[in-house]
């Protein structure tokens, strides 16, 4: 089994549009596409949009977890199926909450976890201040800029409507993902 789980640091930093970006490219998947997992209210299906597809993999899901803490972080990071992608908004306290997720899940299950987890940090202000960190010691970081296309609830956007950079990002995040659900 591959899982992808995505959780947040809090509400409205973008993990039904992240777990929705990962099916949107793995919706075509040789093998089929990955299983949606949500609650309903999380709008996961509405992000998604058409959710429609003609096999679906037994062998990979795709979590949305919503707004979780250090104690749900550090139990799915015990699962050596799963890529955990920990999303915060790209701001000093999203930093701040997602340094204290990674730090739990090393102290709980030892460093060699975060080879499982990955931190995607977003831009959700327009006009928002650079954040200067540092890397933390997980599989990969990505920084989405802020997009107007993004931050709009429905169905995500066509690639044609994002901005280049954040075209870039997203398909770092993609590239990631994939990766995550080809085991």
């Keep these: 089994m591959s899982i992808l789980t995505v959780i947040g640091t809090a509400g409205g930093v973008g993990v039904s549009t992240l777990a929705a970006l990962a099916f949107s490219a793995a919706r075509q998947h040789p093998l089929g596409a990955p299983t949606l997992v949500a609650e309903p209210a999380r709008g996961l299906a509405a992000r998604v949009g058409d959710d429609q597809v003609a096999h679906v993999r037994p062998d990979a899901a795709i979590w949305d977890i919503g707004a979780a803490g250090p104690a749900a972080a550090t139990e799915l990071s015990a699962r050596e199926d799963t890529l955990l992608a920990l999303a915060a908004p ?9 340094t204290a997720l990674v730090e739990a899940i090393e102290t709980a299950q030892g460093p060699a976890a975060l080879r499982r987890v990955a931190v995607v940090l977003s ?8 954040l200067r960190r540092a890397e933390l010691p997980v599989a990969a970081m990505v920084d989405i800029p802020f997009d107007s296309a993004l931050a709009v609830s429905g169905p995500l956007p066509g690639p044609d409507r994002l901005r280049r950079h954040t075209k870039i990002a997203v398909r770092r995040w993609i590239d990631l993902a994939a990766g995550a659900l080809a085991h």
């Design 90 to 98: 790209r701001t000093p306290l999203g930093y701040a909450d997602v």
């Design 123 to 130: 831009d959700i202000y327009q006009h928002g201040r650079r």
